[in-house]
């Protein structure tokens, strides 16, 4: 075995005993948490048809592209599958079960997989989608799977899902401010409640990657610095809709997030901006050459892109989703 891969596996048995020891401070007791059911009519009550019929009503004033964006969000969110067996498959874990890797996994699976669960059942009772061609996006952003430029690298998907989890969260608290604001106050208060998941596995991600950051700093810095140079893409870039490639639905997508505010190219370096505070880019030590040029790369990109999300465009153009009824 290669030293480069002999370190890798020292580092992420490190970090495999603190993401033990760090699932109290970042998951929630199952027992204890919210459930999709907490939020949604209650089928067993008497009330339930005037309770959707409520529902209904308060969805009927939803923008076209606030519908379009909180569909797009549903879809990546119930993609968990791909998500479990792509970080399953990353290298150097001790494959354990009951390991730190495979414990986490599971359990933060388990905590995002309410988000899906939450947010189709409530487009299906709102009346504005049509479910069978969601449905078919959804299926095929699982059978496809996604090339996030990750690898197999534990450092590289350490840096991805903390840019992610932070990105989801700014992308369901806008949706909860936009439903607020058309008069929906159950949707507002759902993807709140999704938020604050996404907000604190966020923390737990960059966490995770600090400990990095404080036995392996060389190495982790050429890797977020190759992840910054590739661009993070996003899950939703492998949305597609019958007859459509990989990638035009995304397009149009990230349109009508764009044209809201719910996720913009600023938001983008403002997410990078964060890590790097977070993870003490800039007073970084114990740095050779080229982890040197890969924090200088890392310090002068936001303002970069931030000249560039300046020259663009608001998107006008308008799109008729397949997903949405009518």
Same mark, same amino acid.
Do not use: C
């Given at each position: 075995m290669s030293f480069f891969a002999d370190k890798r596996r020292e580092v992420m048995m490190h970090i495999e005993k603190y993401m033990l020891e760090s699932m109290g401070t970042y998951l929630k007791p199952i027992d204890t948490n919210w459930q999709p059911s907490d939020f949604l009519p209650d089928s067993t009550s008497e009330t339930f048809y005037q309770d959707i019929r409520i529902l209904r009503e308060n969805a009927k004033d939803l923008s076209y592209d606030l519908v379009a964006v909180l569909i797009g969000d549903t879809i990546t969110e119930e993609a968990l599958p791909t998500y479990e067996s792509w970080l399953a498959m990353v290298d150097g874990h001790s494959g354990d079960e009951e390991g730190g890797w495979m414990k986490w996994v599971r359990h933060w699976t388990a905590e995002e997989n309410r988000h899906g669960d939450l947010l189709n059942k409530y487009l299906y009772l709102s009346g504005r989608v049509d479910m069978r061609q969601m449905e078919i996006s959804t299926q095929y952003l699982i059978a496809d799977g996604f090339d996030i430029g990750t690898g197999h690298d534990p450092y590289r998907n350490f840096i991805y899902t903390s840019f992610q989890e932070l990105a989801t969260n700014v992308s369901h608290r806008r949706v909860a401010s936009l439903a607020k604001k058309d008069g929906d106050a159950l949707l507002s208060k759902m993807c709140g409640v999704i938020a604050s998941d996404e907000a604190r596995h966020a923390k737990a991600y960059k966490d995770f990657m600090n400990r990095i950051f404080e036995v392996d700093p060389n190495e982790a810095m050429l890797a977020f610095e190759d992840m910054m140079r590739k661009k993070i893409v996003m899950p939703a870039h492998f949305l597609r809709e019958v007859g459509l490639k990989i990638g035009q639905t995304f397009g149009h997508f990230t349109d009508? /997030?764009?044209?809201?505010?719910?996720?913009? /190219?600023? #938001?983008? $370096?403002?997410?990078?901006?964060?890590?790097?505070?977070?993870?003490?880019?800039?007073?970084?030590?114990?740095? #050779?050459?080229?982890?040197?040029? /890969?924090? #200088?790369?890392?310090?002068?990109?936001?303002?970069?892109?931030?000249? $560039? /999300?300046?020259?663009?465009k608001n998107p006008t153009i308008d799109y008729k989703f397949s997903w949405i009824a009518g």
């Open positions: 009508a /997030a764009q044209r809201l505010g719910v996720y913009t /190219a600023v #938001d983008y $370096v403002e997410i990078m901006q964060q890590l790097i505070i977070d993870w003490k880019i800039e007073g970084m030590r114990d740095l #050779d050459d080229a982890g040197e040029k /890969a924090r #200088d790369y890392i310090m002068n990109l936001p303002s970069r892109l931030l000249r $560039v /999300a300046d020259r663009m």
